[in-house]
């Protein structure tokens, strides 16, 4: 049985279609079977089947109602007919799985779906705008400090609600943890299905300073990305801290087992997806912050080049002092004196005859909320064998699309503010910055050569895309040096106004990605909120199925997405790439724009904020 879920952007109705070809009592029976009935259009419904017509999948297709011994037909654009019921033709059922939302899913018996993959069976289910397959074991737990392997068990299991998430600070989660987590629009008759009717893989990675977080953040829910984006999205879980990246001396504990659980769920991706209507050759990685800079890390990792097709890295942090191992590794002898010394010191293993036979043998809560965490990415010989992502050919690097950016006041969320008359230099200086450390020149150096834009240009990454996010929605949970990176509240905007200028912090663009705002129950603070967010799922959503942000305008009219083929519109050009001749980048604001990178002292706006000019340019 093939399904695939209406969306519900634009209209009130939805459908499921089942591309098997049938009798019409087939049909009244398969319908039965999902606990629905055979769909018909009343006189304001149907014009989103046109997607189907995009798809070239324009029926004629089985719906409710006879006359005499012909039972009734309907084209997805729209022409009713009627056929010997005997006849065999792909189904419109209806769909009436309710809607999910923060804190309410129904995972009852009529709405579940199992799928069949290897030698197991998985049941999840379905809502109102995908199937929904929540808590997937993609590896066992491994020993701790050990590599995770890819799990393939025999038998069945249900994903009906969310796994445990990782170990982290506050005694939270468990170190069984390693799940990850489906949305779908479609899940295919058998695991034959052609490639041309899989969807690309949205793989995401979730931030938190590798401390902390987990791939079932209601942020990251997957409905609004998988429905509106005809994207199959996979959220991940991966180990964190002292217990996901610890590297000792001993020759053998080397440390980024939280990375290697990132490849090991891309291994399960690889193995699996197709089952749930996923095409493993059309993989986009992507992350925020700690996950933008495992985005990074996979870009560098010869154990996970060719095992994605494109990455969204978004708001990975570089420069100096926290952010600079987001981006430049440590050597193992480094975090050994940074990190596991000190960890060892505190839990009296530094001398014990097997210091990880003693840290195995702790409560993992006890190291978790230790004072010093290894959280730190380094040079293990496997999965990163470079100090840092090389582009000028000398290392390993993935010769695949990127699609990168930052919010404008990115770091607003974690600095202090100069008083009034203090200079910033004065500023950062008392804060305890050293202003020579965090030169972009020192900390990017540019390569030697008599043309400063050649010696800066490479040939790495297929396409590279680059924007500014000049409009935000803190996240509710997390807004440090509040009410700064909020919009501020007026008498006619009680949730704030955008319009008005306030900081565009760290994390403000993931509602706007994921198109969760409703699902998290936050209101719409101004009439662009909404249309904002829908831009922003269906270019994210493009460059996954297309590899260039910009909208296909045929398919934004197949799905009536008027508010982001208006914005293309009115913005007058699409979203160039990164390139030698056009150094441009895309203001993400309402409506959008292209514009030429800043210029501050002398130095390309990404230079200057501490990002390397190298690494965002192609060709």
Known sequence: MTCTVGNQSTYQDAAIVLSTPMSEQQAQSACAALGERLWYPDESDGDFLQ????????????????????????TASGKQGLKSCAATLPVLCTQSAPISNLTYSNNSTEWQSTVSTGSQTITGFRDKYAFRFEGVRYASQPERFTYSTVYNATGHSNALSFG?????????????????????????????????????VMFWIYGGAFT????????????????????????????????????????????????????????????????????????????????????????????????????IPQSNLAGGEYATTYSEYYTIAQEVTVAADPILNATGCLNASS????????????????????????????????????????????????LMGFMRDDGAAFIGYPEINQTVPTFLTAQGFNLSSISPLSIFPEPDGTNRTLNVTHNVFQEVYFYEFNRSYQLSGYSP???????????????????????????????????????????ARDEN????????????????????????????????????????????????????????????????????????????ECVALGFPIDYYESH
């Not at 004629?60 to 309907?74: A, D, F, H, N, Q």
């Not at 269906?538 to 914005?567: C, H, I, K, M």
Request: glycine residues 10%; negative net charge.
């Open 51 to 74: 997607y189907l017509c995009y798809e070239g999948e324009n029926g004629p297709y089985w719906i409710e109602g006879r006359v005499g011994p012909s039972c009734k037909t309907l």
């Open 164 to 200: 445990s998430e990782c170990v982290q600070g506050g005694n939270v989660g468990s170190e069984d943890c390693l799940f990850l987590n489906i949305w779908t629009p479609y899940l295919p008759a058998t695991s034959n299905t052609v490639s041309s009717k899989l969807k690309p």
């Open 212 to 311: 902390g977080g987990t791939g079932s953040d209601p942020t990251f829910d997957g409905d609004s990305l998988v429905s509106r984006g005809d994207v199959v999205v996979v959220t991940i879980n991966y180990r964190l801290g002292t217990l996901g990246f610890l590297a000792l001396d001993d020759g053998v504990t080397n440390g980024n087992f939280g990375l290697a659980d990132q490849i090991t769920a891309l291994d399960w991706v690889h193995e699996h997806i197709a089952a749930f209507g996923g095409d493993a050759n059309k993989i986009t990685i992507f992350g925020q912050s700690a996950g933008a800079a495992s985005v990074r890390a996979l870009l560098a990792s010869p154990a996970a080049i060719g095992k994605y097709a494109a990455a």
């Open 355 to 402: 210091q990880i036979d003693c840290l195995r043998k702790l409560d993992p809560f006890t190291i978790a909320n230790l004072t010093t965490t290894a959280r730190f990415l380094v040079v293990d010989g496997t999965y990163l064998v470079t100090d840092e992502l090389v582009v000028n050919g000398t290392g390993p690097a993935a010769h695949v699309p990127v």
């Open 481 to 523: 040096n509040y009410p700064v990176c909020n919009a501020p509240p007026t008498p006619s905007h009680p949730y704030g106004d955008p319009s008005l200028e306030y900081f565009k912090c760290h994390s403000g663009e993931l509602y706007y990605v994921f198109g969760s705002l409703a699902f998290n129950g936050l209101p």
């Open 529 to 604: 909120d909404i249309p904002m967010s829908q831009f922003i799922v269906d270019t994210w959503s493009a460059f996954a199925r297309t590899y260039d942000p910009t909208p296909d305008v045929a398919y934004l009219q197949a799905r009536g997405f008027t508010n982001t083929s208006n914005e293309i519109l009115k913005s007058g050009r699409v979203w160039a790439p990164v390139t030698t001749g056009e150094l441009t980048l895309r203001l993400l604001e309402w409506p959008s724009s292209e514009a030429p990178f800043e210029i501050f002292d002398g130095q390309p």
